[in-house]
Nanobody, 119 residues
Framework: QVQLAGSGGGLVQPGGSLRLPCAAS????????MGWFRQAPGKEREFVAS????????DYADSVKGRFAVSRDNAKNAMYLQMNSLKPEDTALYYC????????????WGQGTQVTVSS
């Protein structure tokens, strides 16, 4: 088992920035692929970004490329999502997740943290 706790959400103006941390505990963190997903009201949950266990590979949704950056610190059992140039369409509940070689749906999920981009 691994427990994940995302935080750092809030209200930010368009063009602003937020950094979302995700703290992990339990099962060995540094062997997991970590990811961020989001779900806006009335929409399905969608992939945002992921990072492999050694930070060797990252992947991003087209909608956030060039604006968001995912990173991790295995020594601190933590992952981060730096979000810049935020847009109203980035408004959603953001979830951090971990998988150990399984599909994301069969991985571990934290509780969501709300990000609202509005003037």
């Amino acid at each position: 088992q691994v427990q994940l706790a995302g935080s750092g959400g809030g209200l930010v103006q368009p063009g602003g920035s937020l950094r979302l941390p995700c703290a992990a505990s339990g099962r060995t963190f540094n062997s997991a692929t970590m990811g961020w997903f989001r779900q806006a009201p009335g929409k399905e949950r969608e992939f945002v970004a992921s990072i492999t266990w050694n930070s060797g590979n990252t992947d991003y949704a087209d909608s956030v490329k060039g604006r968001f950056a995912v990173s991790r610190d295995n020594a601190k059992n933590a992952m981060y999502l730096q979000m810049n140039s935020l847009k109203p369409e980035d408004t959603a509940l953001y979830y951090c997740a971990a998988n150990y070689g399984t599909p994301w749906a069969r991985g571990y999920w934290g509780q969501g943290t709300q990000v609202t981009v509005s003037s």
